[in-house]
Every structure is written in C-alpha cells, then in structure tokens.
C-alpha cells in the first residue's frame, strides 16, 4: 500500500502540495470544511475527510485534523503556508502523535514566531539588523520605554506585534502623541489576531526594498540557498507581486546577503524549507527582518529561476533523506514574476468579490507560463476564505521579455462573474518605473495613477449574459 500525506489546507496551496506528493508517488489526503465541498483541492486527493462547517475553525482545529490522519493513516502532514504552517502547538501535536510535520521543529517554529526572540538570536549570530527594543513592559511602562527609543532614534518608528504576521500588526508612528495612543491598540488588536499582546519598536528603514533569501537545510547540517526574492512591490506591508531574482546592487551584494541567510538559518538550527526576509535602504546596507517557517506564496518564482521543486525537496527532507544537491548546483536563469490574481476590486479598495460564481474561465498559457490555481468555470467564490483565484507565474532569459510575457499572459485572461485584480496588474506591468526594474516598497503610494483604468465589469457581465444565451440555445459556450 501506499504511504499517505495530509495536507492541513485549502484551495491553491492545498493543489500546489499534492502535486507533489503525487509525483512523489504518495497517496494524498485532504480534508476540507463545508463551504468547500465543491474545490477541486477534494476532486485531486485520493480521499477527503470533511472536519467539520467550520468556517476557518475547522482549518485551525489541530485536534481534528490530527484524528483525521490518524483514521486514514497518514504518515505525515504539510500543512501548506498560512492556517497552521507556522504554529508550534501544531509542529508539537504532530511530534507527539508520530506523525511527520513536513517544517522545521516546533522549537524553531515558535523561536522564530517570535520576532523579538527571532532577533536576539540573529543579534548574537552578528547578523546585521535595525536597532529595537524587546517587548515593551505593560501599561505606562511600556510607553515611556517606547518614548526613550523615539528619542535616540528619532522618528519614524515602526511599532509591530511581536507575534504577528502576513503584514498585520504593523504601524507607522510618527509623534510621541500617536505613540502613546497607539500602543493600547495595537497591544488589543495583537492579542485578538495573534493570541499575544507583545509588541516592541523597530527603527524604520525609509522606502527600503524588501529582499528575501529561500533557504534549505538537512537534518544533517547541510544548509544551502536557492538565491534571492524581491517583494517590494506590497500593499499594507503585504506582498503583491514577487520576482526573482532581486535586481539590486551586484552579484556580490547578492551573495553577501544570501550568505548572512546561511548563517541565520544556521544560527536557529533550522531545518526544512525556510525564508530569510531583510530590508535594503537606498546605500544598499541591509538587515534582517524576520525568517519565515515555512514555504512561501511566492517559492513558485525561486522554482522557475533554479528548476528546483521545493515543495517535493521539503518533503523528502521531513522523511529523513539528506538535500540530493548541492549549493553548486544551484544555478540561476533568467527572471521570473509571480503575481496573486485576485477576485477583489482594487479600485474600491481591494473589496473581494466572494460569492460570486466564475461564469467564463479561460487561462493563457505558452512557454514559461505557469498556473497555480483552483478556479473553474461555473466554481463559486466562497465569501468565507481568501480571494485568490489563481497564481500567475512567468519566467523568461531576459528582464525584458519576463515583463512582456506577464503583460502579454495578463491581456490573455478572460475572467468573467467577479471583478479581479487583473486591471491593476496590466498597469503596473506597463507602469515604466516597474518596467525598469525600479520600485521599493512605497511604490503603490507613489503611483497613485495606477489604479485608474477603465472599469471591465461591465464588458464581464455582458460576456457572461452572452455566454448564458448561447448556453441556453444549446451551442457549445466553450467555442466562442
Ligand atoms: P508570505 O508571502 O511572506 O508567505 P503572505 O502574506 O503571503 O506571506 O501570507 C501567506 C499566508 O499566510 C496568507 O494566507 C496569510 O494570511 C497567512 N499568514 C501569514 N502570517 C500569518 C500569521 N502569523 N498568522 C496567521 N496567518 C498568517
Ligand atoms: P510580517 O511578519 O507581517 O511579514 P515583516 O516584519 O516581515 O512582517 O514586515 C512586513 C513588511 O513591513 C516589510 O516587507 C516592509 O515593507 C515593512 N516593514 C517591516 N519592518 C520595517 C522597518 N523596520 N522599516 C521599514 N519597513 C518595514
Ligand atoms: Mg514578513
């Protein structure tokens, strides 16, 4: 028989995970809350185990899910990125049940979770990194702590929950007077998001880029990279659109900088998959911001550019197989772009269009064109998850032709039913500045113009009603 993996997650990643494991030539086992009777995460599994209505609890419920690969005698489980990927509690149920997490440790997991005790370890490895405090002590404390920093290190000042992340948590403070309101909320709204009321203060890097370095590390001691990621391009501190590799400075700044990622990951004694994420100012120094436990929304674009699958490497890893390859084999061609296809309305804020039913899907592809998605024609968007219809993933020799084969993919999408994010896309991969390969992370906010185009709803209902007709009188939609 066939050994089995679960995959503690949903839609996308949850596709993206089985992919892998199937090639691996293992058994994949899904399990899925109610609103998602009908994603294809379910069709592509060998077995499904429904955990419960949920919605979102049944995802994060460690207990079911564990009695779920149990019952259907899974070895091992990937718990994908996002819900459980980076809680401990869930590494630790798994180690105790004798089931494989596929990550690093539930040690390394909660060190690292922790962004404060993530950076008195970098500190004692002399990894370089922006001055800031450890927690701040409760109540008024705290915020005279808070106001000493401010004074030696001036404003601004980034005030972020200790246990946060994918890019909540994080506030911009420009006044002793925001400071002392501020501190209060954050402090509530850490513990609501987080479970955890910490928060601390980190000197702010000024329109910095934001470079990040994948990492792969053996139970052996064998830690290597796989190069470096540019995620400049964010909106409220979230990632928008990722490339690879970063264009910044040269070759050498490059590799100094993926070298301080060895050494990170080897100061917290990582293992597994991993991404060391640093800041850039503009005199190119740069500082370690966090690492993150997990595989990443936008490892497809490392994938492109090295021809490693990181997925199937994370796996085998977790089963006890040494890395196959070495960091001399890794090589780096061409560029590649991945973007996060939403069905949300930029325009109005990045509203998502949940609840709306796909009416026409139709997907471009061509040479170094991948999709990583779970949307079909005729699926309806659940209002209860994430917005992402579909990952866009391009790689080309040169930078060039890497943006016009994302501009020539983006025109080719035909989407009807929900607004998408594709509109904005098409302008900022026209955008000469982006075309240039010139951006940090104020890019949204310095080009405001980029969220003016023409609405296409409209066309996209008429399409829809159109292809509703044609469907009605019996001629093949799918021909039009
Ligand atoms: P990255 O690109 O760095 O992997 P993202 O912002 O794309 O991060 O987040 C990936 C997924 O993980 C998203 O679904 C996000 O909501 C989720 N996520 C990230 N950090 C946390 C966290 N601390 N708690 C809960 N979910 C998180
Ligand atoms: P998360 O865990 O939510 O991913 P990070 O600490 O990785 O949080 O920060 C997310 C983003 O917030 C960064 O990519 C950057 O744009 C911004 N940011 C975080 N810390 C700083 C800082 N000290 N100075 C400037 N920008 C920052
Ligand atoms: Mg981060």
Redesign the pocket.
């Known amino acids: 028989m066939k050994k089995k993996i679960l995959v503690a997650n949903r839609g996308e990643i949850a596709i993206r995970i089985m992919r892998a494991i199937q090639e691996l030539d293992y058994e994949a086992v899904a399990v899925y809350e109610t609103p998602d009777k009908d994603s294809r995460h379910i069709r592509l599994a060998s077995e499904a185990v429904l955990l419960g209505d949920g919605p979102r609890c049944d995802y994060l419920n460690i207990e079911k899910i564990i009695k779920a690969a149990k019952h259907t005698g899974a070895c091992a489980i990937h718990p994908g ?3 459980l ?2 809680n401990p509690d869930f590494a630790k149920a798994c180690e105790e049940a004798g089931i494989i997490f596929i990550g690093p440790t539930s040690k390394v997991i909660s060190d690292l ?1 922790n962004k404060v005790i993530a950076r008195k370890i970098m500190a004692e490895a002399g990894i370089p990194m922006v001055p800031g405090t450890p927690n701040l002590s409760p109540g008024e404390d705290g915020v005279q702590e808070a106001l000493i920093f401010a004074k030696k290190h001036g404003y601004p000042i980034m005030l972020k929950a200790t ?6 948590g994080i506030r911009l403070i420009e006044s002793d007077e925001q400071m002392r309101k501020e501190i209060p909320v954050a402090r509530s709204e850490a513990k609501a ?2 479970n955890d009321d910490s928060v601390y203060l980190e000197k702010v890097v000024i329109n910095p880029k934001h470079v990040e370095v994948q990492i792969i590390a053996d139970k052996e001691g064998t830690t290597i990279h796989l190069g470096t990621r540019d ?1 400049s391009i964010q909106r409220r501190n ?2 928008l659109i ?1 490339i690879a590799p970063s264009m910044i400075g040269d070759k050498e700044l490059l590799e100094k900088i993926c070298q301080t990622a060895v050494k990170a990951a080897k100061a917290s004694n990582y293992t597994n998959a991993g ?1 060391v ?1 640093f800041l850039i100012d503009k005199d190119f120094n740069y500082y370690f911001m966090e690492i ?1 436990t ?1 595989v ?3 490892h497809t674009v490392t994938e492109m550019i090295t021809g490693i699958d990181i997925v199937r490497t994370q796996i085998k890893l977790a089963m006890g197989k040494p890395l196959s390859f070495s960091q001399n084999d890794v090589q780096l061609r061409g560029h590649a772009i991945e973007m996060r296809l939403n069905a949300e309305d930029p325009q109005a804020d990045f509203m998502p269009e949940g609840g709306k039913t796909v009416s026409v899907y139709r997907s471009p592809g061509g040479y170094g064109v991948r999709l990583d998605g779970f949307v079909y024609q005729g699926y309806t968007i659940p209002q209860v998850y ?1 917005s992402l219809l579909v990952k866009l993933t391009v790689h080309g020799f040169t930078w060039s032709e890497t943006v016009s084969r994302v501009r020539r993919c983006l025109q080719n999408f035909e989407i009807a039913g929900p607004k998408t994010t594709i509109p904005f896309y098409l302008n900022i991969v026209q955008d000469p500045d982006f075309i240039k390969g010139d951006f940090n992370t104020s890019f949204l906010d310095t080009h405001p113009q980029l969220f003016e185009y023409k609405e296409t709803s409209n066309e996209a209902e008429k399409l829809s009603k159109l292809i509703a007709e044609i469907h009605h009188r019996g001629t093949n939609p799918y021909a039009l």
Do not use: L, S
């Open positions: 990125y996002g819900f990927a980076e979770g246990c946060g992340g994918g890019g909540r998001a987080f995620c979230q990632k990722e991404t994420e993150n997990r990443q929304v936008e994430d």
